[in-house]
Protein backbone atom coordinates (compact mmCIF):
# COMPACT_ATOMS: atom_id res chain seq x y z
CA UNK A 1 0.00 0.00 0.00
CA UNK A 2 1.40 3.40 -0.89
CA UNK A 3 2.13 5.59 2.09
CA UNK A 4 2.12 9.52 3.05
CA UNK A 5 3.35 11.06 6.03
CA UNK A 6 2.44 14.48 6.81
CA UNK A 7 3.93 17.31 8.21
CA UNK A 8 2.07 20.55 8.40
CA UNK A 9 4.00 24.09 8.65
CA UNK A 10 4.66 27.65 8.20
CA UNK A 11 5.97 28.29 4.73
CA UNK A 12 8.41 30.18 5.93
CA UNK A 13 10.48 27.43 7.59
CA UNK A 14 10.75 25.74 4.12
CA UNK A 15 13.03 28.32 3.15
CA UNK A 16 17.33 28.21 3.79
CA UNK A 17 17.61 30.94 6.46
CA UNK A 18 17.55 30.96 10.38
CA UNK A 19 14.01 29.30 11.32
CA UNK A 20 14.62 26.64 8.60
CA UNK A 21 17.53 24.99 9.92
CA UNK A 22 15.68 23.51 12.83
CA UNK A 23 13.35 22.55 10.48
CA UNK A 24 16.08 21.01 8.06
CA UNK A 25 17.10 18.44 10.71
CA UNK A 26 13.54 17.39 11.13
CA UNK A 27 13.19 16.64 7.32
CA UNK A 28 16.59 15.11 7.77
CA UNK A 29 15.36 13.02 11.23
CA UNK A 30 12.04 11.79 9.45
CA UNK A 31 13.38 10.48 6.06
CA UNK A 32 15.74 8.41 8.26
CA UNK A 33 13.47 7.04 10.95
CA UNK A 34 10.47 6.38 8.31
CA UNK A 35 12.82 5.31 5.23
CA UNK A 36 11.71 7.94 3.03
CA UNK A 37 11.96 7.11 -0.62
CA UNK A 38 10.11 10.37 -1.77
CA UNK A 39 9.88 14.20 -0.57
CA UNK A 40 7.51 16.45 -1.97
CA UNK A 41 5.53 19.58 -1.12
CA UNK A 42 3.15 22.56 -1.08
CA UNK A 43 6.01 25.00 -3.24
CA UNK A 44 6.49 26.13 -6.80
CA UNK A 45 9.34 27.46 -8.02
CA UNK A 46 7.35 30.67 -8.06
CA UNK A 47 6.99 30.56 -4.54
CA UNK A 48 10.66 30.54 -3.62
CA UNK A 49 11.79 33.41 -5.54
CA UNK A 50 9.26 35.55 -4.03
CA UNK A 51 10.97 34.38 -0.82
CA UNK A 52 14.36 35.32 -2.77
CA UNK A 53 15.34 31.19 -3.27
CA UNK A 54 16.13 28.56 -5.90
CA UNK A 55 15.16 25.91 -3.54
CA UNK A 56 13.88 24.78 -0.87
CA UNK A 57 14.82 22.95 2.71
CA UNK A 58 13.33 19.67 1.44
CA UNK A 59 15.07 19.98 -1.54
CA UNK A 60 18.41 20.33 -0.06
CA UNK A 61 17.74 17.72 2.18
CA UNK A 62 16.41 15.43 -0.74
CA UNK A 63 20.09 15.85 -2.59
CA UNK A 64 22.25 15.11 0.59
CA UNK A 65 20.34 11.91 1.08
CA UNK A 66 20.44 11.06 -2.62
CA UNK A 67 16.24 11.06 -3.28
CA UNK A 68 14.03 12.06 -5.54
CA UNK A 69 12.06 15.77 -4.75
CA UNK A 70 8.84 16.93 -5.96
CA UNK A 71 7.20 21.11 -5.77
CA UNK A 72 3.78 20.27 -6.00
CA UNK A 73 2.25 23.33 -5.68
CA UNK A 74 1.53 24.52 -9.20
CA UNK A 75 2.90 27.61 -10.26
CA UNK A 76 0.86 31.19 -11.27
CA UNK A 77 0.73 30.42 -14.67
CA UNK A 78 -0.84 26.85 -13.82
CA UNK A 79 -3.20 28.01 -11.63
CA UNK A 80 -4.49 30.31 -13.64
CA UNK A 81 -4.98 27.40 -16.20
CA UNK A 82 -6.32 24.91 -13.43
CA UNK A 83 -9.36 28.03 -12.94
CA UNK A 84 -8.32 29.51 -10.01
CA UNK A 85 -9.41 32.73 -9.72
CA UNK A 86 -6.39 34.59 -7.49
CA UNK A 87 -3.55 32.85 -7.76
CA UNK A 88 -1.34 32.98 -4.63
CA UNK A 89 -3.63 35.15 -2.75
CA UNK A 90 -5.91 34.55 0.30
CA UNK A 91 -7.13 31.02 1.21
CA UNK A 92 -9.88 29.52 -0.72
CA UNK A 93 -11.04 26.61 -0.24
CA UNK A 94 -12.32 26.04 -4.23
CA UNK A 95 -8.84 26.79 -4.76
CA UNK A 96 -7.58 24.73 -2.07
CA UNK A 97 -9.11 21.71 -3.62
CA UNK A 98 -7.92 22.17 -6.80
CA UNK A 99 -4.87 22.43 -5.61
CA UNK A 100 -4.96 19.62 -3.09
CA UNK A 101 -6.28 17.22 -6.32
CA UNK A 102 -2.96 18.72 -8.29
CA UNK A 103 -0.55 17.69 -5.22
CA UNK A 104 -2.19 14.24 -5.71
CA UNK A 105 -1.81 13.78 -9.23
CA UNK A 106 2.24 14.69 -8.70
CA UNK A 107 2.48 11.89 -5.76
CA UNK A 108 0.71 9.49 -8.26
CA UNK A 109 2.93 9.99 -10.72
CA UNK A 110 6.10 9.09 -8.85
CA UNK A 111 4.70 5.45 -8.17
CA UNK A 112 6.90 5.69 -4.70
CA UNK A 113 6.56 5.04 -1.23
CA UNK A 114 6.87 6.17 1.33
CA UNK A 115 6.81 9.71 0.62
CA UNK A 116 6.82 12.68 3.21
CA UNK A 117 5.12 15.38 2.29
CA UNK A 118 5.09 19.02 3.53
CA UNK A 119 2.44 21.50 3.49
CA UNK A 120 0.73 24.44 5.22
CA UNK A 121 -1.06 23.46 8.69
CA UNK A 122 -4.65 24.09 7.12
CA UNK A 123 -4.21 21.47 4.42
CA UNK A 124 -3.07 18.72 6.88
CA UNK A 125 -6.57 17.38 7.28
CA UNK A 126 -8.47 17.55 4.12
CA UNK A 127 -5.48 16.65 2.13
CA UNK A 128 -4.94 13.58 4.89
CA UNK A 129 -9.19 12.96 3.80
CA UNK A 130 -8.00 13.17 0.19
CA UNK A 131 -5.25 10.82 0.38
CA UNK A 132 -7.40 8.10 2.37
CA UNK A 133 -9.87 8.28 -0.64
CA UNK A 134 -7.58 7.24 -3.08
CA UNK A 135 -6.23 4.40 -1.20
CA UNK A 136 -3.21 5.80 0.35
CA UNK A 137 -2.22 5.05 4.07
CA UNK A 138 -1.38 8.91 5.74
CA UNK A 139 0.10 9.23 8.81
CA UNK A 140 0.11 12.61 10.15
CA UNK A 141 3.60 13.35 11.97
CA UNK A 142 3.07 16.87 13.02
CA UNK A 143 -0.13 19.42 12.40
CA UNK A 144 2.20 22.46 12.68
CA UNK A 145 5.57 22.22 13.25
CA UNK A 146 7.17 25.90 14.55
CA UNK A 147 9.85 24.41 16.82
CA UNK A 148 10.94 21.27 18.02
CA UNK A 149 8.91 21.09 20.72
CA UNK A 150 5.58 20.73 18.65
CA UNK A 151 7.12 17.60 17.35
CA UNK A 152 4.87 14.68 17.74
CA UNK A 153 7.40 11.66 16.85
Not at 71 to 96: F, H, M, N
Request: net charge negative.
Amino acid sequence: MKTVLLIGTNHAYQHPGTHGEKFRVVIEESCQQYAIMLIAEEMSLDALQKWEHTESICKQVADALGIPHVYCDPSVEEQIALGIKKPGKERDPEADAIREHYWLEHLLKQNTCPVLFICGPDHIESFRDLLRENDIAVRVLCKRWRRPEDWLL
